[in-house]
């Protein structure tokens, strides 16, 4: 079988190194153009350095894109719908990594974005980027629109619940611990090694923008509403979702047990993980760096109807890249896991 030719558009980006990493490494992919616009002509192991003696790739700009088979965007949001049609026109497959099609209604992507959309007119042409929501509709796809890292581990963590119509629609509260590398690689001034270094920061106790996708995807029709807040911590990779939802009857555990297992059960990248003892009784991001995997437990509040469930991704892989690359094999009949059967490190 010929390999397909695939592009990065984006590629010196975090989001764009972690995709070449994988896409270096897959049996079915050839890489055709790597683009960046202020790495010009330089190699792409000046900019990621874990890559040396794999390839011998440069960069190229975005407008001496090529046709090939497929292009995946890891751009900032807003910059890919603008350059959409070219895009579109010189493959036939997308897959977008940003938010510019994520959400479905044009009116919530100015509500969170604070910007119009410029392309309203295609948005129904993408397909949310959550393979285990969504795996028949992209069998089928030409353009998938990859979803947000913590969007990502929260619905993971909370699809089956909400799904079985088990939880107060309003109540919903979700706490995330991220990782550094979620903003990107451009140095900030919050970004400062010692302002950074050891630092808890809560920059986003309300109104965080994936909670437009949470609700867009748990909703199924009716009216809900999720509290989601977001902490920085001194963590380069990862994502621990931390979802605080009260259950509409009492419960027992071993139910809860009994759901997760039916909904994942024949998941590859889905782990329940609830241990009696020892270290790791619940997901731990530190363990997933680098995987595909998405970590999920929870516990019973024995003195109330609260239960909290505990989910756990790397933010670049199957909060970006690994879970891009996942919607990859499955648009192309490949194997779903091809690429990306591989644990992670431990201790790290
Ligand atoms: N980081 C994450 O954890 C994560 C997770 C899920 C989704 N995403 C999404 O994935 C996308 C990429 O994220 P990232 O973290 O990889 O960001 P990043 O590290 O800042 O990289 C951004 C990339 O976009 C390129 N770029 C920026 N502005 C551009 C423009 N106007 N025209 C052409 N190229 C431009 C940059 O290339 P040059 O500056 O070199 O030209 C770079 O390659 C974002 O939409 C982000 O929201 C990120």
């Known amino acids: 079988m010929s390999k397909l030719r695939a592009s990065v558009v984006g590629a010196s980006g975090y989001a764009g190194g972690d995709l070449l990493r994988l896409l270096l490494f897959h049996p079915n992919v050839e890489i055709a153009q790597v683009t960046s616009e202020s790495n010009l002509g330089k190699s792409i192991t000046k900019v990621h350095p874990n890559l040396r003696k794999v390839t011998d790739l440069k960069f190229t700009s975005m407008h001496e894109l090529e046709e090939c088979d497929l292009i995946f965007l890891c751009l900032p949001h807003g910059t890919a719908m603008n350059s959409i049609d070219k895009f579109k026109a010189l493959a036939p497959k997308i897959i977008d990594l940003s938010a510019d099609f994520r959400l479905g209604d044009p009116a919530l992507y100015e509500k969170w974005y604070g910007e119009t959309?410029?392309?309203?007119?295609?948005?129904?042409?993408?397909?949310?980027?959550?393979?285990?929501?969504?795996?028949?509709?992209?069998?089928?796809?030409?353009?998938?629109?990859?979803?947000?890292?913590?969007?990502?581990?929260?619905?993971?963590?909370?699809?089956?619940?909400?799904?079985?119509?088990?939880?107060?629609?309003?109540?919903?509260?979700?706490?995330?611990?991220?990782?550094?590398?979620?903003?990107?690689?451009?140095?900030?001034?919050?970004?400062?090694?010692?302002i950074k270094s050891g630092s808890v920061r809560s920059y986003q106790p309300v109104q965080h923008r994936h909670s437009a996708e949470i609700v867009q995807e748990l909703s199924f029709g009716k009216e809900m509403q999720v509290h989601f807040s977001a902490t920085s911590i001194d963590m380069?990779?990862?994502?621990?979702?931390?979802?605080?939802?009260?259950?509409?009857?009492?419960?027992?555990?071993?139910?809860?047990?009994?759901?997760?297992?039916?909904?994942?059960?024949d998941e590859p990248f889905i782990r329940i993980v609830k241990e009696r003892e020892g270290n790791y009784r619940f997901p731990e991001p530190k363990l997933l760096a680098g995987t595909n995997y998405c970590d999920i437990g929870f516990q019973k509040d024995e003195f109330s109807n609260r239960l909290v469930v505990i989910s756990a991704i790397d933010n670049l892989m199957k909060g970006a890249a690994g879970q891009a690359l996942q919607a990859f094999n499955i648009m192309n009949g490949?194997?779903?896991?091809?690429?990306?059967?591989?644990?992670?490190?431990?201790?790290?």
Do not use: Q
């Open 117 to 194: 959309h410029s392309r309203t007119d295609i948005l129904s042409e993408f397909v949310y980027g959550i393979p285990e929501l969504h795996r028949e509709e992209m069998r089928t796809a030409n353009y998938i629109s990859s979803a947000g890292c913590n969007a990502t581990a929260s619905i993971l963590g909370l699809y089956p619940l909400y799904k079985n119509g088990l939880v107060e629609l309003d109540r919903t509260v979700i706490e995330v611990k991220v990782g550094s590398s979620e903003a990107g690689n451009k140095s900030t001034a919050s970004s400062h090694h010692p």
């Open 236 to 265: 380069v990779r990862g994502v621990l979702a931390t979802c605080h939802v009260f259950m509409k009857d009492d419960f027992d555990e071993k139910d809860i047990w009994k759901i997760y297992r039916k909904e994942y059960a």
């Open 334 to 348: 490949f194997e779903e896991t091809m690429g990306l059967e591989f644990p992670g490190i431990h201790p790290i």
